[in-house]
């Protein structure tokens, strides 16, 4: 008899074991339809031993119903998910379902019918069909799909397709992708890059499980170094995993790569059409997708033949998930390139001391690239001291920014004002009464958005119209903007230099791939000159004649007393520094703050990198924080307040008892009211080789809770709000 043991994607239930029929061929990592009661499930096959379950008598097992058609998950794959479940004390079945992200992938191939605009006019025209005429120029996809493009009912869209307006076409789901060829354009390295190269390609070679830190000061040439490991793996017929913090850095990625290799790589992340997310999930899954660039998610991907991951900006912070299974994707990176057997290169031009740490113990290999590629320096750092030179009232740009950027517009560079807000003003009160606007769902201000006419909360989405009166007393026109976003700042700039051309660049400006595109366009032809922009602007781009950044306000980072505020701040100064100056003209950065002294300010101002990690070092040492303790946040929520408290009460009275394991809390979460639920937080610091986290799962799984709250374990914190 052919007993399997198999996962199931429901919460409630652990591993089933199931019948397979004669002449039905399985194997650990099978895609299968099982029964459960009434209903069919989705399930995967895993090796028995590995998977504890209470064992079913034979006669009462179920047969599975159907294998899927798409190959076994990949037994290392298998591996990085059991290890992540097991780390970030999640369960098996919440990151097994990650890998297993289109739906429609596993229903097999075969053709879709898509639509696309037949460029006639016939019939009348409503505005709702106007205006998808408009926004569905050049774009294909299936009736939904394009609903959402054009903001539209799928009801008119088969009114036009009635009319004429739409016309279908069969796609094949399974058609393959372009294949990147290695030696489309090949550049030759400068010494440095040369060697970083040539131990990365080795690694590539031997199929070693080698992590590399890429470390090399903005404009060095990463990118271009790496490909050559790519370029590598790609001759060896291996597969290539590439993750970026941003699908805002995309386009440009693309770009660059498609004149490296002569075709753009498969994309990956959540914006993707569920067409594309089918055939991209499939041609990785049959190792015919050779590249991949994607977001975090993208780790999650089935391939057969991985021959090289890449991880750039590595130190970026949206790599670590916050919400479901909240993992960090740069150590996930490195724990699949241990199960595949294969480098993995994290690039940076300012590390996380995590990762540091790791080249200082020899766990990593350390690439230096020490200078900017073709002779360009690195800009000068100026600090402007707010308290001596103060902007304007009501303005945010002191006298030397503004001398500076005028400089600039008359000798036709660009420049680029950097303050990590979005939209208009943080807060806004009424002058009347005092009445503030603040979000129904979580304990934060609504930040207005003067482009858009709306108040918004950047925590839950909630929005309002931005009102005539105040709520509270009635008085007309008496709302006032408390603080700046960037949107005030480009305002700002209008009334500085009346004739200068702004562009804003949020998430509310590149709302898409192709807005991307459009910006780094505009930005290359020297369209723009000046752009304000959010942390959006502080990574990956490379603008020849953009020669000063102004840091709107340094301090904002480290207000809050985040355990890497420092080192945050540090990262985004030095990364939206490193985009002046850097082709030929020298570029010049502005620093605006009230904290000269602050030793993350100074080691800015003096370029002394060295001596501000080493500074970080030393405090986390004696913090016992990460690197050198270890870190986990328990955080306990409910809609009913009470409820969240009393859960909350619980898990702090059953707290164990261990000679390396501190427990503070519970307390109430600084964001102690987050969609509607109210929140409580302990957190627990522990030494290195202490087992966290099964402490954590042993004292946990003896409580019981309600419902309606929800016990969330956050490993390596980055947030502590
Ligand atoms: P980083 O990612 O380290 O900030 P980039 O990879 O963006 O640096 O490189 C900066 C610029 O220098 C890019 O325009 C890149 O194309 C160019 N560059 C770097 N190395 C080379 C090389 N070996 N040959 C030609 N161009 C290079
Ligand atoms: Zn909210």
Redesign the pocket.
Known sequence: MNRIRCLVFNAALGPLDYRVPEGIDVEPGSVVVVPLGPRQIIGVVWEAERLPATEVPAHKLRPILQVLPVPPLPTPLRRMIEWCADYYVAPLAAVARMALSSNAALQGGGKVTEYRLTGRENGRMTPQRIQALDLLNGQQGTIRELGEVAGVSEAVLRGMVQHDLLESVQVDSDRPYPEPDPHFVEHALAGAQQIAADRMVDAVLARRFQPFLLDGVTGSGKTETYFEAVAAALESGGQVLVLLPEIALTQSFLKRFESRFGTEPVTWHSSLKSSERRRAWRQVAWGKAKVVVGARSALFLPFPKLGLIVVDEAHEISFKQDDGVRYNARDVAVMRGHFENVPVVLASATPALESLQMAESGRYERLILPDRFGGASLPEIQIVDLREQQPERGHWIAPPLVTALKERLQKGEQSLLFLNRRGYAPLTLCRHCGFRFQ????S?WLVEHRLSRRLA??????EVATPERCPECGEPDCLVACGPGVERIAEEVAQIMPEARVALVTSDTLTSPAKAAEFVEMAANKAIDVIVGTQLVTKGYHFPDLTLVGVIDADMGLEGGDLRAAERTYQQIAQVAGRAGRAEKPGEVLIQTRHPEAAVIAALASGDRDAFYAAETEARREAGAPPFGRWAAIIVSSEDEAEAKEAARAIGGTRPNLPDVMILGPAPAPLSL??GRHRYRLLVNARRTSEVQRVIREWLDQLRFPPGVRVAVDIDPYSFV
């Open positions: 979000c129904p769902n979580c934060a909360c950047h925590h839950c989405g909630h987050l969609r």
